[in-house]
């Protein structure tokens, strides 16, 4: 899939035309039941994009979305509503998805009416129940009768992961679902959104800046940079052999509580503005390996061994880059 925003700007550009904004560009993910993907790359790199492209909170410039194989058509009203509940999104922050001056158990009741038209308040309540037991709070009253500020940010995050239950969707994209959490409770709600995941066979988009934790939780991983899919393949190539100077760059830079005090961060510049992205490879202007195609002409996907795949001129079958290869091997 393709996104291309335009710029709002108050100073008109010099030759006419619209400036866009390259937030995602041909984009091609595949996510199946049962199975947790990782979304992984830095902030800017058009990961939250991407998730609210398949949530069908944007309409998409190019490209399509495809649900049990079938294309999906743009969906408003109805539609959409019918879309959602196969398709639900969860939110970084779950104090700003939720009414501040609603009762969890009104928001939830909201939830359950909508996705289950027809039920009575007495069913509606079985429903909310029985989910608030399904992700451990209990007893249930404990937690419906507040409001969002009176429960902590964890709370929160597992009812709104309840809400998203609500409506049974065979897939959740969960954008940074533990990112505003402390990092004591992380854990414990990425096993219960797996617990889930594997319990209902859905499909998961795991969206998260944090590789290692994509290693630990998913089974396959994706990496973003400046609106394109970089490396992509089973979590353990990715992470283990990562192909890309990129990834080989994020793990590099990620803390590793195993090198405490051990230097951590490399000085990787700044990613890219997606407006006028560099060139050929976008990475080109902070990759150590660059060669002068790079320069020039984007990378294609090259397949490596084991469903592995790399956007990255390092794996063309030339001299120059089995010679590159070389180095990067060092
Ligand atoms: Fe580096 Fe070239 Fe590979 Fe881009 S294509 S990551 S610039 S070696
Ligand atoms: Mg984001």
Known sequence: VTKRFPVRSVVPRRGGGRRMVHAVEN???????????????ES??????????????HPLTGG???????????ARGRAFRAYTREVQLILQDPFASFNPVATVASTLRRAVALHHPGTSRGEQDA??????RQINLVPARQFTEKYPHELSGGQL????????????????????????????????????????TEERNA????????????????????????????ESGPSEAVTQRAAHPYTQLLISSA??????????????????????????????????FAMDRCTREAPPAFDLPGGHAARCWLYADTPEARTRRAQNAD
């Open 157 to 196: 995050q597992r009812i709104s992961i309840a809400r998203a239950l609500t409506a049974s969707p065979a897939v959740f994209l969960a954008d940074e679902p533990v990112s505003s959490l402390d990092v004591s409770i992380r854990l414990g709600i990425l096993n219960l959104l797996r617990r889930l």
């Open 255 to 288: 803390p590793d509580p195993s090198r405490a005090g051990a230097p951590r961060v490399r000085d990787i510049g700044q990613p890219p503005s997606l407006i006028d992205p560099p060139a050929g490879c976008r990475f080109h202007p902070r990759c150590p």
């Open 64 to 74: 399509e979305i495809r649900l049990h194989g079938r294309p999906v058509r743009p």
């Open 27 to 41: 984009v091609s993910l595949s996510l199946y039941p049962g199975r947790i993907t990782a979304l992984v790359g």
């Open 203 to 230: 499909a998961m988009l795991y969206v998260t800046h944090d590789i290692a934790s994509a290693r630990y939780f998913a089974a396959d991983t994706a990496v973003m940079y400046a609106g394109e899919v970089v």
């Open 127 to 132: 429903v909310i129940d029985d989910l608030l």
């Open 44 to 57: 800017g790199s058009g990961k939250s994009t991407l998730a609210r492209l398949l949530a069908q909170l």
